[in-house]
């Protein structure tokens, strides 16, 4: 009798504990769960970035994904979120894949639980204009390295259709637009998109807009993709002291880049903070000493600034994480 009872009061515990980790279903993880990406020429690819929250006190995970039609893809950035972190769902979604309108639902199982999330994405497909490629992609660069790429947008119509313009709000994309060809029914444009050497690293998304006389459609969404690599890399970030009753603290900070470089100087670094290159010398590894007393309070957001006489990368920043205690 007594174990059966202790049995049952153990199961309540799990099962209060279980659900005490995820948060209740009328607290809100995403944003927004609904995007509307409108009319826009077949072909294009679209991409929308879902933010989404950890209100709890331990971490969550997206387990399983899946979607109402294969015209869409799924990335968890990242599938894990931490106590208090944020992150996004992408969903892409490739307006070749159908005409017309099209509602696509993105079902989400969360653990612990399971809780269940449902995004929506919604777009019209213009069968009479189309865009090759639907995304402007630069990826497997270095960082300072130009790149061109073209895109073609044609209209099929009595519609004298034109593109008018584009607007264009990244320094380090420039756009030119040319008419190749016009007769009866028919228009062809190409796009030229240039990337310049400023370009941020790693991975981001920025939107062109190109401006035409259709009523229906009076603006075209340009997507563009860069995965752009360091030329000079942390081994790993942020950097994290662990307090374990030392009077100093000490960390190995690994540079590595993709051709030898030399460390001219360290910019900048927080009080109490001492960051010593073992090497001057050029070589593509390098190792920086990067000692911190126990008794100096590190600041939030606080970083190393390591100046280089690597052009692409002439400052490197290296993030520091407060100290935990164990």
């Known amino acids: 009798m007594i174990r059966s009872q202790w049995l049952t009061v153990m199961a309540l515990l799990l099962l209060i504990g279980r659900s005490g980790l995820l948060v209740a279903d009328n607290i809100r993880l995403f944003e927004k769960t609904q995007h509307n990406f409108g009319p826009v020429p077949r072909g294009t690819l679209l991409v929308q970035r879902f933010r989404w929250t950890n209100p709890t006190s331990a971490p969550v995970t997206i387990s399983q994904v899946q979607t109402s039609s294969n015209s869409v893809r799924v990335r968890l950035l990242p599938h894990t979120l931490e106590p208090g972190a944020s992150g996004y769902v992408e969903v892409e979604m490739d307006t070749r894949q159908f005409a017309g309108e099209k509602v696509v639902a993105v079902h989400l199982q969360l653990q612990p639980g399971p809780r269940y999330e ?48 584009g607007h264009n709000a990244y320094p380090f994309l420039t756009t030119q637009i040319r008419l190749v060809s016009r007769r009866p029914g028919e228009s062809r444009y190409q796009i030229a998109v240039r990337l310049n050497e400023q370009a941020p690293v790693g991975n981001w998304l920025a939107v062109l807009t190109l401006s035409t006389n259709d009523p229906g459609l009076p603006v075209l969404p340009l997507l563009v993709e860069g995965q752009i690599r360091p030329v000079i890399e942390v081994a790993a970030t942020p950097v994290v002291f662990v307090e374990n009753g030392r009077a100093d603290l000490e960390q190995r900070v690994i540079l590595r880049g993709l051709r030898p470089f030399r460390i001219v100087a360290i910019a900048e670094k927080p009080p ?25 309070d590190l600041p939030t957001n606080a970083v190393i600034r390591v100046a280089t006489d690597c052009p692409q990368q002439p400052v490197l920043e290296i993030p520091l994480a407060n100290p935990s205690r164990r």
Not at 148 to 165: A, M, Y
Not at 275 to 287: A, C, E, G, T, Y
């Open 118 to 165: 449902v995004l929506q994405v919604r777009a019209v497909s213009r069968p009479d204009i189309v865009i090759r490629p639907g995304m402007v992609r630069f990826a497997g660069l270095e960082a300072g390295q130009v790149a061109e790429r073209l895109v073609e947008v044609e209209h099929f119509g009595s519609l004298d259709w034109q593109i008018l313009g």
């Open 272 to 296: 109490g903070m001492e960051v010593q290159p073992v090497s001057d010398r050029p070589q593509p590894i390098h190792l920086l000493l990067v000692r911190r007393q126990s008794q100096a």
